[in-house]
């Protein structure tokens, strides 16, 4: 141990500081020259100086001492061989373990050759086995070290220690091998320097060789390093140009070797697949990238993918395949190019893939609506024609053919086209196989145009068709001419049809009011003009009864208007019997011709015509519409057979008819009515058996309006409902409190307008009434007048039969004054008869009335109706109308009208004083 310690302290220490200064545990910035010269060769002293001085040390133990000259040079040996080592190193740092190892173990080997070279005595081989021993000991140990410093994720303290520890042990052994060859003790002679002279000299040759060597490989390494990175970076740079070159085509770029192999892509093959293409041709390579065909209809055979057919040597061009990717179904075109070689093998192939999906499915969709558009345009019921500026034909449809005939098919321009028609605009001027719609485009003087052609076909096919022309441009120059044709003939007729309804009566196809207003519009103003406006009266009469012969009247009174007035500058008829003339000159009476009878058959005898007229000064500041307004409003009040001037007076009467309207038209709507009462009073007892609802209305501008003004002003406004519900409610309210006051049923009659019980929705709301009040039947009475039921007696006959199912009375009133009372008695199911006050008045006096009153109630007797008297005012009409058998009675006499009666008053008449 005391042996050992000495020279293995000092190699620790010299060996650790060579180690840190070359830095071992930093071996590739030491290949990469990251270790100066200067280093390196201070490295080289102090690991020389550590194997000197190790060896030195090691000698003295065994009292064996150098002389200095001796020593200097055996330092400056070991200096020199120590560096020749560390040059070396740098160059083969990362060379396999066992050749550092055996390079150091060399120079520690020379080193101690060279100190013992200066000791000129007999080596002992008696230490043999030990030498060997330590020697291999040493080996060992310098290996292990070596190997272990390799190993990754050792730490640089790590690495600089296993060096420092293995190698000091390695130097240490072998200095002791080395010195355990000399026998102790032994003198050292002085003549052993020439021999150290010739090793000092042979170290530093090594030592400047091994430089120069290593510098020289170093240069030449470095020199091969350099153009080998130049070259790589070359390659590398051409590489990465190309690679970005294919990644920057929107082509999906493939490439393969001989075998199928893929060995290159670029970013738009692996988005198209949603994957990195890898693999070898192989019979199911179409189906595991989904190749298919452009229809997807079937997966592609493997001599079909154009991958496959490169490879053969084939070139392939616009290839149109169907691909199934993830991202669903996509169409390429697909270029596929061998690649060969000088002597013309295939070593590969290229397959460049474009997607075309859009512009296939864009294709797709043109022809789909290019053959939508042509069953379109088939199936148009209006004739295409396209045209170019030349007039020759682009395109058409069949019902070109339908509409023009059969030579259609074969004509090649519009003028072919038109040469067999006979064409007519709408003025029937032929147009004599021109189109002055196309010329019109041709010319720029219109965009479209449309208008209306009579055609003739050579068959003899007559019609209108409806033609519509739309020039076309492109690029801002007119390149054709679109035409629509549709057949109109039956449009056209209706059209006719229509003027004549809406502008001529469909009777005598004389103008119609809004037509005759536009015509005398239109007229010259002559000095004294005169419009003149009549009626035939007979007209409104037979309408009613016979629809036929108020036609034939109608006609009838036309002739003889054009015929009486064969001067009238205009002639049209207002409405069903009101027609009007504008004659040039005025006019003061009604031409005889106008008045003479009417035959309107042979086998029934003349009509005469019942005519008013009024005549109307029209001059030429004055429109039409105001003069037809005077003349009209005059016209209701002018005499029969007179021609009545217009006068402001008239228009002034008509003016308060107005307004009285308006005042009727508020009321209605506010209910602004009273309904007075007057009793029914039994002639015999005295007692109130009955009673009449009377509607008054008094306006707070025109005073208290009499009830024959009133109420046929609300029936021409069509209102009369509102006063007879009115009326119906209200007497229905009195009869029930009169009934409690008399203790006994009491019925109130309400008037019915002729109108009014032949309003279509009368009986459903007389029904309504008895649901609301299951009572109105006991309490009310419905009074028709005689002139009223004969309006249409059969429905009046019907309703009244219905009325008094119900349980309503009904009464006859005004009987006497209409023109057939006895045929209206025998279709009425009455319950009274009212006899009219002009049967009453004067009684007294008349013997030739009372023989009429007389029979009047001997007739109702017999028909068991009793009879009511009206206008009884003095106890002289009572006492004769109770001596003719009449029983019930109604006038002043008893009491006047009442909103308000005291039934208990009245009842009970001769006690009343």
């Known amino acids: 141990m005391q042996l050992f310690l000495p020279p293995f302290t000092l190699c620790l220490l010299t060996v650790l500081a060579a180690g ?14 990251g270790v100066t010269r ?92 030990q030498v060997l021993t330590l020697f291999a000991l040493g080996a060992l140990t310098s290996l292990a070290a070596a190997s272990l410093v390799r190993r990754p994720g050792l730490s640089g303290a790590a690495q600089l220690a296993v060096v420092t520890l293995g190698q000091s042990l390695m130097i240490t052994l072998i200095t002791l091998a080395a010195a355990s060859l000399l026998p102790a003790g032994a003198p050292v002679p002085t003549d052993t320097l020439p021999t150290l002279a010739l090793g000092t000299a042979a170290a530093l040759f090594l030592t400047v060789a091994a430089g120069l060597l290593g510098d020289l490989q170093y240069r030449r390494a470095q020199r091969l390093t350099a153009l080998v990175a130049e070259r790589t970076a070359e390659l590398q740079a051409e590489r990465d140009f190309h690679v970005a070159l294919l990644d920057s085509l929107n082509d999906q770029i493939v490439i393969a070797d001989a075998d199928g192999r893929l060995a290159q892509h670029n970013a738009a093959a ?97 022809a789909r609506t290019a053959t939508q558009h042509a069953e379109i345009i088939e199936s148009l019921d209006e004739a295409l024609l396209l045209l170019d500026p030349d007039g020759r034909i682009l395109s058409r449809n069949g019902r070109v053919g339908e509409l023009l005939g059969e030579h259609c098919a074969a004509a090649t321009t519009l003028a072919d086209l038109l040469a067999p028609l006979t064409v007519r605009d709408t003025q029937g001027r032929p147009l004599g196989g021109r189109s002055p719609n196309f010329r019109a485009l041709l010319g720029g003087a219109a965009r479209s145009t449309q208008s209306i052609m009579h055609v003739e076909r050579p068959d003899g096919r007559h019609m209108w068709l409806h033609s519509r022309a739309q020039a076309t441009h492109h690029n801002g120059e007119l390149s054709g001419v679109l035409y629509l044709f549709r057949d109109v003939t039956d449009q056209h007729e209706l059209n006719e049809q229509l003027v004549r309804v809406t502008r001529f009566a469909p009777l005598t196809a004389l103008p119609n009011r809004a037509h005759f207003e536009d015509l005398a519009a239109t007229l010259p103003a002559t000095p004294g003009r005169t419009l003149i406006v009549t009626q035939c009266l007979n007209v409104t009469d037979l309408r009613a009864v016979h629809g036929a012969l108020a036609d034939d009247l109608t006609l009838a009174f036309t002739r003889a208007l054009r015929a009486t007035y064969p001067d009238a500058l205009l002639l049209g008829q207002l409405d069903d019997h009101t027609f009007a003339l504008v004659l040039p000159a ?117 005073g208290r309006v009499p009830p024959d003004v009133f109420v046929p002003l609300a029936e021409q406004l069509g209102q009369i409902h509102v006063i007879t519900d009115l009326v119906m409610r209200e007497a229905l309210r009195e009869a029930r409190r009169a009934s409690v006051t008399l203790r006994r049923p009491l019925r109130i009659a309400v008037n019915l307008s002729p109108s009014e019980l032949n309003a279509p929705d009368f009986m459903d709301r007389l029904h309504c009434l008895m649901h609301e009040h299951p009572d109105a039947a006991q309490h009310l009475t419905f009074e028709v007048t005689e002139s009223g039921a004969l309006v249409n007696l059969e429905q009046t006959a019907r309703h009244l039969t219905t009325l008094r199912e119900w349980g309503f009375g009904l009464a006859l009133d005004d009987f006497g004054t209409g023109h057939s009372a006895l045929s209206v008695l025998q279709h009425l199911p009455i319950h009274h008869l009212k006899l009219d006050r002009t049967f009453v008045w004067g009684i007294e006096g008349n013997v030739r009335q009372q023989i009429l009153t007389g029979a009047v109630m001997e007739l109702a007797a017999r028909l068991n109706v009793e009879v009511i008297a009206e206008g009884i005012e003095t106890a002289t009409h009572e006492a004769i109308l109770r001596g003719m058998g009449c029983s019930l009675g109604q006038g002043y006499l008893y009491s006047r009208p009442h909103a308000d009666p005291d039934w208990a008053a009245l009842d009970g008449w001769p006690n009343v004083s």
Not at 308 to 331: K, N, S
Not at 587 to 601: I, M, N
């Open 20 to 33: 840190a200064l070359v830095r071992v545990q930093a071996r590739a910035q030491m290949l990469a020259g």
């Open 586 to 702: 005025p006019e003061t009476r009604v031409r005889p011709g106008l008045l003479a009878p009417l035959t309107l058959d042979q086998r029934q005898p003349p009509v005469f015509p019942r005519v008013r007229a009024c005549a109307r000064p029209w001059p030429s500041d004055e429109a039409v519409q105001p003069a037809l307004h005077a003349a009209e409003t005059t016209l209701t009040v002018a005499p029969e057979g007179a021609l009545l001037t217009a006068e402001d007076r008239h228009l002034e009467d008509r003016r308060r008819r107005v307004q009285l309207e308006n005042a009727l038209r508020r009321a209605l709507t506010t209910g602004d009515f009273q309904v007075q009462y007057q009793p029914i009073i039994d002639l015999t007892t005295g007692e109130v058996v009955k009673a009449e609802a009377l509607v008054r209305w008094e306006d707070p501008e025109a």
């Open 270 to 366: 692996a988005r198209l697949h949603r994957r990195p293409p890898t693999g070898t041709l192989a019979p199911d390579w179409a189906a595991t990238y989904g190749l298919h065909t452009p229809q997807f209809t079937r997966l592609l055979r493997q001599d079909e993918v154009p991958l496959y057919r490169a490879l053969t040597g084939e070139v392939v061009r616009d290839a149109l395949i169907g691909i199934d990717t993830p991202a669903g179904r996509r169409i390429v075109t697909c270029n596929a190019t061998p690649v060969t070689g000088a002597d013309g093998t295939v070593s590969g192939a290229v397959v460049a893939m474009n997607d075309v999906t859009e512009r296939e499915r864009a294709q797709q969709e043109l």
């Open 38 to 129: 200067r280093t390196q060769l201070l490295a080289g002293v102090i690991l020389g100086s550590g194997l000197w001085g190790a060896q030195v040390v090691t000698l003295r133990t065994q009292d064996l001492t150098a002389p200095p000259a001796t020593a200097a040079l055996h330092w400056l040996v070991s200096v020199g061989i120590s560096v020749g080592f560390l040059l070396w190193y740098r160059h083969h740092v990362l060379d396999r373990p066992l050749r550092v190892t055996g390079a150091l173990i060399l120079s520690v080997t020379a080193t101690q050759a060279a100190g013992l070279s200066g000791y000129p005595v007999p080596l002992s081989t008696a230490h043999a086995p």
